[in-house]
């Protein structure tokens, strides 16, 4: 038992795919100009990572070797289809500000990278918890980035203002994604080396 | 004129990387030593011309038609596939030193997310004809190009400088692209 809980905690800190594996940096950094967009990138995230490593764990024994990467990206390209439909007739305006970043998915080199490091490899129930516990440390990530760009940029803390006047503008803007991004892996680099 | 204010637009002012957050994994990973980014921005270019024509073909002839527009992420993700390993094999045939120069980079851009987000994003793009969305490719692709190897330039200089143990890497790597970005917000109003 306590083996998986091990494998669904792992992606939450100590496998952390954004801030300890520096995986999937392009939504990180473009979608997480507030802690709800994170959320919500994370959340789409984590439903096709958990579909994914489980259709291709019950698959693994189908798939020819050689042919492995090209049906995995044709099985998660289907997810994120899924996925993105679902988020355009449900929340419109969740699509409107993730925009180009869900079809993109895809190309997220986590999903990929866990369906050829840990699903093709293991069985279903594993590779479910093994999803959920990555895709919730993406999401984890995500909101971090964006809760510290949101409070030092429009001084909100999920779309409630708290401070008045402007906030420090440049987080909400390009440049404070890199320079947030940049400060909180340093720490979590850290904290690492710390221990 | 119109192309070269888009060319403009597309290289100064919403330069993919430091302005739309594509393609960031090749912009971390290959941006150590000046040659080698811009062997990348290279083979970026060329993949990403051709990518973004084959994949408006099809959209303008193939999905609009048919009404297969909810097949368009896995079309184009596998056509883009499948067009890197072709040139792949067509390089190393015709030119075994263009092969040398961009061989090790091709198989990594199909994981790289700016291709297939320009190819998506054009489609987007209200009136683009065919002819526009390659232009708006290529002319995006230079911005690419010319981010990555000012970027590579500056890593050259951050080698020579002592950073503190946590900041090592990656987050002064990132860091630096946010001054970067900022400096590159100084072209927001050109166009």
Request: glycine content about 10%; overall charge positive.
């Amino acid at each position: 038992m306590n083996s998986k809980l091990s494998i669904l905690t792992k992606g939450l800190f100590k496998e952390n795919p954004t801030l300890v594996l520096i995986l999937g940096m392009c939504p990180s950094l473009g979608v997480t100009t507030s802690a709800i967009n994170g959320i919500g990138m994370g959340l789409a995230t984590t439903f096709v990572l958990v579909m994914s490593n489980v259709l291709i764990s019950f698959l693994k024994n189908v798939i020819p070797n050689k042919v492995r990467i090209p049906s995995f990206i044709v099985i998660i390209a289907t997810f994120v289809s899924i996925i993105d439909l679902l988020i355009q007739g449900y929340l419109p305006a969740l699509a409107e500000s993730l925009g180009l970043f869900i079809p993109l998915i895809v190309v997220n080199c986590i999903v990929l990278g866990r369906a050829e490091a840990f699903a093709s490899k293991n069985n279903i129930f594993d590779s479910l918890l093994d999803g959920l516990g990555m895709g919730l440390g993406f999401t984890f990530a995500l909101f971090l980035i964006g809760f510290c760009r949101e409070l030092l940029g429009s001084g909100a803390i999920l779309n409630t203002k708290f401070i008045e006047g402007d906030g420090i503008l440049i987080f909400v803007l390009a440049p404070g994604a890199f320079i947030v991004m940049g400060f909180i892996i340093a720490i979590v680099n850290y904290i690492q080396q710390k221990k | 004129m119109e192309y070269v204010l888009m060319i403009i637009g597309c290289v100064l002012v919403n330069n993919i990387i430091l302005a739309q957050f594509l393609g960031i994994c090749p912009f971390l990973g290959v941006s150590g030593k000046v040659s080698t980014s811009l062997g990348m921005g290279a083979a970026v270019t060329f993949v990403m011309a051709l990518a973004t024509l084959v994949t408006s073909l099809i959209q303008v002839y193939i999905l609009n038609p048919f009404g297969l527009q909810f097949l368009q992420t896995i079309v184009f993700i596998l056509i883009i596939a499948s067009l890197v390993q072709i040139v792949e094999i067509i390089l190393k045939k015709i030119s075994p030193a263009l092969y040398q120069a961009l061989g090790i980079f091709l198989p990594l851009i199909t994981t790289n997310c700016a291709i297939l987000g320009i190819a998506i994003a054009v489609t987007q793009k209200p009136g683009f004809s065919i002819l526009d969305s390659t232009i708006y490719a290529i002319a995006t692709a230079i911005g690419f190009l010319v981010a990555i190897v000012i970027f590579a330039g500056l890593r050259e200089q951050l080698e020579l400088v002592k950073v503190p143990k946590a900041m090592q890497g990656v987050p002064i790597a990132l860091i630096t692209a946010g001054i970067l970005a900022m400096a590159f917000m100084g072209f927001a109003n050109l166009v």
